[in-house]
């Protein structure tokens, strides 16, 4: 495990605020913590105590403004910033306080065409379970309850490049793999022992969100959210269904703006000392949609 603990937050653009609240608040269970000055609505799951995990941003376009990594300290995140700078990427140093609650963060675009951030401070506010006899979960849960924003998948146009940056500057560790030939198709980098803390897919287009994740409790949970997917009229996109990949239970939907989204459940679990798993080009189906066995083309070219 390196100095960057997980992710922290998202930011996601979105054309209609109230529309997008209400879809991550009431259908997926997240909370609304804070609002800005300049629009942006900042949420949280419901088992997490950082202040936010997802910020929302009115904007006339679709698609991730950054993701962020939360390090362990401020001595990381200075150290991180130096590893960037190494590399070549250039960084900037965004004040503490410029999103609400969150300290410094170091901003740079990686090779793909993406902006992430890290930083080491962010305020706390709990998950409304005490810290002494906790209980398992909240009662105050609704919608599919969604327990952590988990990670991204990301479409970048300098696919080697971004996964040798995340590797070599952040630290990473590569989980598991989609190659043909001698060709890395797909990559899953993991900062824990998560099977991924974020992913990447050879691409063409520079700095698009494939989805953003959150984790959920159980199977059970999945197929609950796909109820909650057809009694909201929200669209679907593919599932539920299981990975090979991650081995991950999941469903595939759409935000009011075009975001998509996943929620998933059972996901496999890495060590340092654990072997990179690879799947093969022909058998890319299987990896993405192990019981149809089957590419969905919408899958693969709707990002924004």
């Known amino acids: ?24 608040c009431d259908n997926m269970g997240l909370i609304e913590t804070d609002r800005d000055d300049q629009g942006r609505v900042y949420l949280k799951c419901w088992d997490e105590h950082d202040k936010f995990s997802v910020v929302l941003e009115p904007s006339d376009t679709s698609g ?29 140093r965004i004040p503490a306080g410029e999103l609400n609650g969150c300290g410094e963060r170091v901003s740079f675009v990686a090779p793909g065409g993406h902006r992430f951030d890290l930083y080491a401070v962010k305020e ?5 379970i005490p810290t002494t006899n906790p209980a398992p979960w909240s009662e105050d849960t609704v919608g599919m309850k969604a327990i952590r924003f988990d990670h991204c998948l990301l479409y970048g146009d300098d696919h080697d490049e971004e996964v040798r940056f995340f590797v070599e500057a952040l630290e990473f560790e590569l989980a598991e793999q989609v190659v043909d ?10 900062c824990s022992t998560k099977a991924h803390d974020i992913a990447f897919i050879r691409h063409g287009e520079p700095g698009k969100l494939h989805h953003a994740s959150f984790l959920l409790g159980s199977w059970e949970q999945v197929l609950r959210a796909a109820d909650i997917i057809s009694m909201k009229d929200i669209p679907l996109d593919v599932g539920p269904t299981r990975h090979g990949l991650t081995r991950g239970m999941t469903i595939y939907y759409f935000d009011p703006s075009g975001n998509r989204n996943e929620v998933f ?25 192990y019981h149809s066995r089957t590419m969905v083309e919408s899958f693969m070219a709707v990002v924004s």
């Open 1 to 24: 495990m390196t100095g960057i603990l997980r992710p922290g937050h998202v930011q996601l653009r979105v054309l209609d605020i109230d529309e997008a609240v209400t879809h991550y």
């Open 265 to 289: 459940a059972e996901d496999s679990y890495r060590y340092p000392d654990s072997p990179v798993l690879t799947w093969t080009a022909d058998n890319s189906g299987q990896a993405i949609f």
């Open 124 to 128: 706390s506010v709990g998950n409304g």
């Open 64 to 92: 991730m403004n950054h993701m962020a990594f939360k390090v362990r300290t401020e001595q990381d995140l200075w150290r991180f910033e130096s590893n960037v700078k190494n590399f070549g990427v250039e960084t900037t």
């Open 181 to 190: 030939g001698e060709t890395q198709i797909a990559a899953f980098l993991s």
